[in-house]
């Protein structure tokens, strides 16, 4: 029960899941796992590399298991987070290293493979890449379930855990979250973790609020101690008074009937009050996703990231693998543009567990990405290409490409469209011979010489993220310079607007498919700057498209034109934000 002596303490992490729960803390403690250290004869060598052996054929099959499991209860997207986990039981080198351990040590091979796992794990959380260092959880995951398996002791279960709680632990690993009972759990709140975390990512699928990066809460709070979890604003509360529980019931009350009021128009057109229609598209990463995008309520799909279809596969996925996801995608849609993006690796995208291994780089994001990696794979390119070109007859497909930056890529680009094109007529095999072709427009080259790019392409896309964080040199992923990424600076809102005149004098259009179009707050900036479609992710459309709904264009482009006038970044985006609140109403 709430221990009224001890007061209300307030904490803050980073919101992870929306929503807000309130109930009574499951405090999970981290019992460190007892490895035995003993000497090992010799002659016993054998035996010790069969346990070995033995342990990672259970720990193989247990991780299939509950991949399978979150596969029929959650889909094949959250299962192939298990993907990761198999490639490190795999990992030779972590593998022989434990046998040289167990050689060099003499001690047993339980010992040996918490060492070496241990190494890893230092030289992951190391790395100064979100999520690079977050596959030290994933390698921390694995050596826990092979120890337990050679140690014979159970994992923590948490399926024991008591219904309606609030679960707080210090990290919480995929497997380890698969074994959540969701009608159990009213919210999770962990010591580590980040938004993309696989706990998190877990958790918004289940609409479960979280809060993540709560360093040592574990250790501050009571089993059982009242909390509230606002996975709106990255709050825990404990112990909460009986004014701040009254404020989070009006909270609540309030942010459910807003939720209720955006999905009641979904379904019905992005039309603006002064009857300007907006063509709202959803941004998707599995052909599975373009069914949710269709309900709520997208009329096509503005960027189809590929990437994750070629990391999901063990290796890269074949032309008729791709046709099939692609052909999906297209004929959920029927004649709603599909705009596929040809292969965006590199960066912050995954590529360590896909068959590319590129080489290690200090700046990922400057370094051999997207279309440069493209350009010097063409037998890979042509084949996506080849997949999306015949996915055009079945659907009103677009083709484009990420991180163009001038325009000898654009055009080396197209070369290699010509080609797959000339291949499927060699072949006999149809695809719409006016097929759009866009260009992604993030990286400030490409924005400054988007006059020229313009007369090469049928669209322009503009990624703010990756635009915003070359215009501004903020590191999109790094936590320390978040407050300085800033969508209302001058520099982007200028450059956007550069982009559009370019585009719009040569009678091509212009969608902006970065999160800023995502956020309501940002929408009558973008549309007052003259973009022509928004690409927004699945759950972020609703709320826009409330928004549009509620405006008037004519109103965003007196907006923008007061905006474009000013030069702090900070005022911007107050006076956004009271054109947002003056049409959607309070929502906090
Ligand atoms: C962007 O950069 O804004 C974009 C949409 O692409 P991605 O986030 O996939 O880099
Ligand atoms: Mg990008």
Redesign the pocket.
Known sequence: MTDKAKGELIFEGIAASAGIAYGQAFVVEQNELEIPIYRVDPAKRGHEIARFEQALLETRQQITKVQQEIARNLGDDEARIFDAHLLVLEDQALIEESIRELDKTGYNIEHAVQAVGQRYVDAFDQIDDEYLRERASDIRDVIRRVLHNLTGHSMVNLSGLVEGRILVTHDITPSESAAFDVSRVLGVVTDVGSKTSHAVIMSRSMKIPAVVGMRDLTSKLDQDDWIIVDGYDGIVIARPSEATLFRYGKIQLRRKSFEDKILSTARLPAETLDKHRITLLA?IESADEATVAKEAGADGVG?F?T?FLFLSESGFPSEETQLAAYRQVAETFEDGPVVI?TL?LG???PSASSQVHLMPESNPFLGFRAIRYCLENPGVFREQLRAILRASAYGNVRLMY?MISGADELRRANLCLEEAKEELRDRGQSFDEEIQVGS?I?IPSAAMTSDILAGMCSFF???????IQYLLAIDRLNERTAHLYEPTHPAVLRTIRSVVDAAHSQKIKVSV????AGDPVYVPLLLGLGADDLSVAPGSLPAVKYLIQNMKLSDAIKLTGSAVKKTDPAKIFEEANQFYRDRIGSID
Not at 461 to 467: A, E, Q, R, V, Y
Not at 513 to 516: I, L, N, Q, V
């Open positions: 941004n960027l990231r990437e993006r965006d960066g912050d995208k990420p992604m993030e896309s503009i990624g703010t993220n990756d635009l498919c970065g999160e800023m």
